[in-house]
C-alpha cells in the first residue's frame, strides 16, 4: 500500500494555491494515508489525481478531469446510493476506505462545506450488511508481544471479544487459525511477515496470518502499557481483574483504540484526542480464556477434515462438517455453531451439559420442533444492537428487534417444563425485555420507510406536539384541496388548477384565454407558455404554516427516532444477553435435529480409548446413497495400522474416527449406533499430499514439516491420524521413514494413532510393538473387477489393486494392459528367483544395496558429524530431505 493515495508532489508543494475544497481534501488524505479517501461531493463520492486514477482501473468507472486555478488534474467518482459495492471493489483490491462525509448542510456554509472522515472501512472491521457475506463471524486480531504472546480477537459487527497469551510464534498460528481473522494489526516491533521466532532454531518463523489476511503495523503509542490499561479500563474495568498478561492488555488496548479510529476518530495518531463519539458502547464483555480448554485443531487438521471448507466430495462444494449440523434457524445460531466447532470442549462437565440438552430435545419432539419455528422469526440481533448503538439503525431495524422480543414469550412458554440443567439456565436467562419492546411498540410504525429523516418514522399518538404538527399539515393540505373546487365556482373559470412544485410552492393556474377572469386578489408567480401561476394571500398563509408544519414535524421525528434508539441503544448488553441465549438455543435444537433425523446417539464419555459401534462418517454418507458403517476400538496408547486397497475406505474411515470425536466434544450426538470416547487434547492429521510452490516447498517438503509437528507437540491423550507418511519419496526412504515414525509415537508419544499406509512392511512392525494393532479393509475380484466392501477388519493384506484402481480411473485400456504384463513379469521374476510373490510379505526378501558413489560417501560423512542428540525433528527431517536430493 503507498504512503500517499492523494495529492501528488507538485501540489503538495503548491498548497496555498489549492481551492479551499481541495485543501480539505488533501488534509484528509494526509491523515488517512494508509487509505483511499472517498470525499462527499454533492450526491457523489469523489477522489482526486493519483487516487483517481487508481479508483477508475479498479472500478471501471470513467476518469474526468476537473480544473481550477492550479490546474487540470484527474477526477473519478461513484455515487452514493450505491456506494457499498464499490467499496467493496476497492477491499478485494487490498485497500482501506475512510469515507469522508458533508457533515454540515451545504445552505448553512459560509465558505467550503466541513467534511470529516466518517468511517474507515476495512476487511476486519465491516458493519454493514451490504458487505458482511453470510452470518460467519468477521474478526480482526491484534498481536502484541511482552510477557508472552498476546492475541486479541474482536468481531465488530457483534461485539464478541476474546483474548489469550500463548508462548510461541506457533502457538499463536494455531489461535490465529481456530479464528481466521480477516485482518491483523500488530506492534511495530513485530514484522508481520514474521511474527517471532519460536524458540526451536533461530530462523524467524512462516508468517502466522492467513495471505488473505491483511496485516499492518499500527501506531506504537497504541501498544503501550499505560495507554492500552487506561482504554481497557474505559470499557470493561480494571484490566488485571480480566487480563493475565501485560500482552494481552496491549492487544486489546490496540484493538479497542483500531476499533475506535475506524469508526471515524483518530486513534492511529500518535497525538490522539478523546472522542466520545467514537466509542463502541456495544462492546460490554471480554472474554478472556485459555487455549488449553479446548479441543485444538490446527488449520491441517480443519482442512483435511474438512470442518468448514470442502475439497468439492462428489461434486459438493458445500459438504463440510458444518453444512451437515446447520440446521439451525437463526444467524445467531448458525455463528454459535460455528463457534463451538472451533473450540470443542475439554471439560467433561460442560460436554455433558451440553449432551443432557441435546438428548432432552430429541425426546421431547413438539416442543423441539415448536422452539424450532419460533426461532425461525429471531433476527441478527447482536448486528443488529451494534448498529443500534454506533447510531446506523434504521426504523426497520428497531422494529426487527421488536419481532424478535414478540417471540421471546412463546420461546418461552413452548420451553416451560424443561427439566436438563442447561436448558433450565437458558429458559431462567429469556430476557422478555418488555419495556425496550413496548416503546419499540408504541414509536415505530409497523412498516416505516428506510430513510430516517423524511418523516413516516414515529406513529400518531406517540407525541403530542408531533401529533399538532401533522393535524396542522393534514388540515392545511385538506383546505389546499378544496380550494380548486371553491376557486372554480368563486371565478367561473372551469379549468382553473392547484398544483404544487418544489421551487415555487403552491400556486393556481389559469390558462391565458381565461386571464381576464382572475380576481384582483390574484398576485402573479410564474409565467408560462399558456398560462400563468397565481397566489392568494390565504394561500400564502396556508402554504407557509404547511411547510412550517412539515419541516417542523420532520425535524422532531427525527429527534424522537434518535431519543427512541438511544434508549434502545442503553440495553445493549441486555440485547446481547439474550442473543447468547437465543444463539446456545438454537445451536443445541439444530444439533437434536440432526441426531433425529440421521440417527444419531449420544456419546459416552470415558476416561480411556475410543470405542465406536457402527460409526459413520458424518458427511460422506449425507452424499452418497449407500454408506458402510465400521466400528473402532483402540486403547488408550493403541496404534492402528491399516493396509488395503486404494478406494476402499482408509481415509474415510480415519476421518469419521476424528470427526465423532470432535463432535463430541461439541456436546453433539455423533453418527454411530455407540460411543464409549476418551476426551482428546489435539487432532493431529497428515493426510493428502500437496505442493507449496509459492513457499518453495515440495509435496515431501510440505508432508515432513506437518509430521515434524505431530511429532514435536502430540501428547498421549491427542488422536493422530497418518495417512500414506514417506510416500513423497523413494520406497526404501519412505519405509524407513514410516517404520521410525511408527516406533517412535508407539515408544515415545503413545497416542492413539490411525496410521493407513501402503509400506505392508509395517505391519510385520506392528505385530513386533505391544500396544500396536493391524487392521485391513479387504476387497475381491469378481469378472475381472475389484469390488470394495469398505469393511475393516482386524489383520493386515497385501494387495493393493493399484492397476484395477487405474482402471476405474478410465485409465486408457492399453495402459492398462501393459501395466498388468509387466507387474506379470514382476511376480514371475520374483518367483523364479526366489522371492516373494504380490501378495506375500515382502519383508520375506531382501532389497538390493544401492551401488557406492562418492555421494553416498559425503552423505554418510555428514551424517557421522550429526549429533542426533542436538538435532529437533523439524532440523532431521530438513536434514533428511537434503540427504535425499543430494543422492538422487
Not at 421488536?402 to 440443567?421: F, H, W
Amino acid at each position: 500500500m503507498d504512503a500517499a493515495l492523494g495529492a501528488p508532489e507538485k501540489m503538495a508543494e503548491h498548497s496555498d494555491e489549492l481551492t479551499p475544497m481541495m485543501r480539505q481534501y488533501f488534509e484528509l488524505c494526509r491523515q488517512y494515508d494508509d487509505s483511499m479517501v472517498l470525499f462527499q461531493v454533492g450526491d457523489f463520492y469523489e477522489t482526486f489525481c493519483e487516487a483517481a486514477e487508481r479508483c477508475s482501473r479498479i472500478l471501471e468507472i470513467t476518469l474526468t478531469q476537473r480544473e481550477d486555478n492550479t490546474g487540470t488534474y484527474p477526477m473519478a467518482g461513484i455515487p452514493i446510493d450505491n456506494a457499498e459495492s464499490y467499496i467493496e471493489a476497492l477491499l478485494d483490491a487490498g485497500y482501506r476506505v475512510a469515507v469522508a462525509d458533508q457533515v454540515q448542510d451545504p445552505a448553512d456554509a459560509s465558505g467550503v462545506v466541513e467534511r470529516a472522515v466518517t468511517r474507515v472501512v476495512t476487511p476486519g472491521t465491516l458493519t454493514e450488511d451490504e458487505l458482511l457475506h453470510g452470518d460467519d463471524n468477521n474478526f480482526v486480531a491484534s498481536l502484541a508481544h511482552d510477557d508472552g504472546y498476546g492475541l486479541a480477537i474482536l468481531d465488530v459487527s457483534t461485539g464478541d471479544f476474546y483474548a489469550t497469551t500463548v508462548e510461541t510464534a506457533s502457538e499463536v498460528r494455531n489461535e490465529v487459525e481456530r479464528f481466521a481473522p480477516t485482518e491483523a494489526i500488530v506492534a511495530p516491533a513485530l514484522d508481520p511477515d514474521s511474527a517471532a521466532s519460536d524458540g526451536t532454531t533461530d530462523t524467524p518463523t512462516p508468517d502466522v496470518f492467513d495471505a488473505d489476511c491483511m496485516v499492518t503495523e499500527y501506531a506504537g503509542a497504541t501498544f503501550d502499557i499505560d495507554g492500552a490499561s487506561e482504554l481497557v479500563a474505559d470499557y470493561f474495568g480494571p484490566p488485571d481483574r480480566l487480563l493475565a498478561t501485560d500482552a494481552e492488555i496491549r492487544a486489546c488496548g490496540a484493538l479497542l483504540s483500531y476499533a475506535e479510529y475506524v469508526r471515524g476518530g483518530e486513534g492511529v495518531t500518535e497525538d490522539a484526542t478523546d472522542d466520545t463519539d467514537t466509542r463502541l458502547d456495544y462492546l460490554n464483555h471480554l472474554t478472556r480464556y485459555d487455549p488449553r480448554s479446548y479441543m485444538l485443531l490446527d488449520a491441517v487438521a480443519l482442512s483435511s477434515l474438512e470442518l468448514f471448507s470442502s475439497r468439492a466430495v462428489h461434486g459438493q462444494d458445500d459438504a463440510t462438517l458444518v453444512g451437515v449440523l446447520d440446521e439451525t434457524a437463526c444467524a445467531l445460531g448458525s455463528r454459535k455453531l460455528t463457534d463451538w466447532l472451533r473450540r470443542p470442549l475439554l471439560e467433561r462437565d460442560r460436554i455433558e451439559a451440553r449432551l443432557d440438552a441435546v438428548e432432552e430435545w430429541t425426546t421431547t419432539v413438539q416442543a423441539r420442533e415448536e422452539v424450532h419455528e419460533l426461532l425461525r422469526n429471531v433476527y441478527d440481533i447482536e448486528r443488529l444492537i451494534s448498529r443500534v448503538s454506533r447510531g446506523r439503525a434504521n426504523a426497520r431495524d428497531l422494529r426487527s428487534l421488536k419481532a424478535t422480543l414478540d417471540v421471546v414469550p412463546d420461546i418461552a412458554e413452548a420451553m416451560e417444563g424443561v427439566e436438563s440443567p442447561k436448558l433450565r439456565r437458558l429458559h431462567e436467562n429469556l430476557d422478555e425485555m418488555a419495556d425496550v419492546r413496548d416503546r419499540i411498540g408504541r414509536a415505530i410504525p409497523e412498516e416505516p420507510p428506510i430513510e430516517i429523516t423524511e418523516g413516516g418514522v414515529i406513529k400518531s399518538g406517540y407525541d403530542d406536539e408531533l401529533d399538532d404538527l401533522r393535524e396542522t399539515e393534514r388540515s392545511g393540505k385538506a383546505w389546499i384541496d378544496d380550494l380548486e373546487a371553491s376557486e372554480r365556482e368563486r371565478t367561473g373559470i372551469g379549468s382553473l388548477k392547484v398544483g404544487y412544485n418544489q421551487v415555487h410552492g403552491y400556486y393556481i393556474e389559469v390558462t391565458d384565454p381565461n386571464l381576464d377572469k382572475v380576481p384582483e386578489d390574484y398576485t402573479r408567480r410564474q409565467t408560462l407558455k399558456n398560462s400563468e401561476r397565481f397566489y392568494t394571500p390565504e394561500l400564502k398563509e396556508r402554504e407557509d404554516e404547511i411547510v412550517r408544519a412539515e419541516q417542523r414535524a420532520d425535524e422532531l421525528e427525527y429527534d424522537l427516532f434518535c431519543e427512541v434508539r438511544e434508549a434502545v441503544a442503553e440495553e445493549s448488553e441486555r440485547v446481547q444477553s439474550l442473543a447468547e441465549t437465543l444463539a446456545e438455543l438454537d445451536t443445541l435444537v439444530a444439533l437434536a435435529e440432526v441426531a433425529a433425523k440421521h440417527g444419531y446417539s449420544r456419546p459416552e464419555i470415558v476416561s480411556e480409548g475410543i470405542e465406536i459401534r457402527n460409526g459413520r462418517h458424518p458427511v460422506v454418507e449425507r452424499t452418497q446413497s449407500s454408506f458402510v458403517p465400521n466400528d473402532t476400538r483402540l486403547d488408550h496408547d493403541t496404534l492402528a495400522v491399516i493396509t488395503g486397497p486404494n478406494m476402499a475406505g482408509k481415509s474415510t474411515y480415519m476421518r469419521q474416527v476424528a470427526l465423532i470425536t470432535i463432535l463430541a466434544q461439541v456436546g453433539s450426538f455423533v453418527p454411530a449406533d455407540e460411543a464409549r470416547l476418551e476426551l482428546v487434547d489435539r487432532v493431529f492429521t497428515r493426510v493428502g499430499a500437496s505442493d507449496d510452490i509459492a513457499g518453495g516447498r515440495s509435496t515431501f517438503m510440505v508432508e515432513m514439516t506437518e509430521l515434524a509437528d505431530i511429532l514435536g507437540n502430540a501428547t498421549d491423550r491427542s488422536l493422530i491420524l497418518l495417512d500414506e507418511v514417506g510416500r513423497g519419496t523413494s520406497t526404501t526412504d519412505g519405509f524407513a521413514i514410516a517404520r521410525s515414525v511408527t516406533e517412535h509415537v508407539h515408544d515415545e508419544i503413545g497416542a492413539k494413532t490411525l496410521f493407513a499406509t501402503h509400506h505392508h512392511d509395517l505391519t510385520a512392525v506392528a505385530d513386533d510393538l505391544p500396544n500396536a494393532i493391524n487392521l485391513h479393509f479387504g476387497a475381491t475380484e469378481r469378472d475381472g473387477e475389484v469390488v470394495f466392501d469398505h469393511h475393516i477388519s482386524e489383520g493386515a493384506t497385501m494387495a493393493s489393486y493399484g492397476v484395477e484402481v487405474a482402471q476405474l480411473a478410465g485409465v486408457p485400456e492399453s495402459v492398462i494392459r501393459r501395466s498388468k504384463d509387466l507387474l506379470a513379469e514382476d511376480e514371475g521374476d520374483s518367483v523364479d528367483e526366489g522371492t516373494c510373490p504380490r501378495d506375500a510379505d515382502p519383508s520375506d526378501s531382501a532389497p538390493q544395496s544401492p551401488p557406492v558413489t562418492s555421494a553416498s560417501n559425503d552423505v554418510l560423512a555428514e551424517l557421522r558429524r550429526t549429533n542426533v542428540a542436538d538435532t529437533t525433528p523439524l532440523e532431521a527431517l530438513q536434514l533428511l530431505d537434503r540427504l535425499k536430493r543430494e543422492l538422487d
